[in-house]
């Protein structure tokens, strides 16, 4: 539901008080301005809140520096993403530049380099891991796919019984089943691709209905079924 995501975002910030500080209002800004390039591939007004939240730079907020480094690496922009890591994320983890590079050649189309990134990450995220298993399923390794995708649902139930808040792997649980059934789909194992599918569409019910992943879901369970 990420137009409902971007709502709520938005009554955040006319109910935000001048008192909440510049931190907070950057650090809102700029997940809005994450959330639209990624999700609903809005770079304009991904672009607007962006620039909007740049005014709160120097508020300090780490939060900012991760959805400012997040913007960045979804609209392709693989220097500047690691500009925002090299000035002040990459004493967190060595993760963020092996994700950059990763995701760089993979969007080129240069696989095994992809791979041989993603795989260096002692503790990937799910995000790295969904990456991981949609490489391999376009290089025809379909079992490394689907171990990728089953280590991310368990890595998705570690997150969550952490009691934090990781908006930027909630969806990656669903989408495993998504990639999943295409999976199934070339390995011609109908059973399991329809049971995937099905499992994405319950997860997703509640979803935007224009989703490209749902519109493709319930066309490729109809011709299935």
């Known amino acids: 539901e990420y137009r409902r995501a971007v709502a709520t975002i938005d009554d955040m910030l006319k109910l935000e008080p001048p008192s909440s500080g510049r931190m907070h209002t950057g650090t809102t ?7 639209k390039v990624l999700y609903l591939r809005d770079l304009t007004g991904a672009r607007r809140d962006y620039e909007r939240a740049l005014e709160f730079e ?16 979804h609209a392709g922009e693989y220097q500047r993403a690691r500009d925002v890591v090299n000035a002040g994320l990459k004493v967190i983890s060595p993760n963020f530049i092996l994700t950059i590079d990763g995701s760089e ?12 990134h993603f ?5 990937p995220t799910p995000y790295i891991q969904y990456q991981t298993a949609w490489v391999y399923a376009s290089t025809g390794q379909y079992s490394a796919a689907i171990s990728s995708l089953n280590d991310l649902r368990t890595n998705c139930s570690v ?3 952490g009691g934090g808040v990781y908006s930027e792997f909630v969806d990656l649980y669903p989408l495993s ?7 199934y789909e ?25 989703i490209p992943q749902y519109v493709e879901a319930k066309a490729r369970l109809a011709a299935l079924r």
């Open 29 to 35: 800004l700029m997940h809005r301005a994450w959330i």
């Open 159 to 161: 997150f969550e019984s």
């Open 186 to 210: 070339r390995t011609n194992e109908r059973a399991k691709a329809i049971k995937s599918y099905e499992t994405f569409l319950r997860l997703w019910r509640h979803a935007d209905k224009d």
């Open 177 to 183: 089943y998504h990639l999943e059934g295409t999976i």
């Open 58 to 73: 120097n508020a300090g907020a780490q939060g900012y520096a991760i959805f400012r480094y997040f913007y960045h690496l």
């Open 119 to 123: 795989t260096k990450m002692a503790h």
């Open 105 to 116: 050649a993979m969007k080129s189309g240069n696989y095994g380099t992809a791979l041989e």
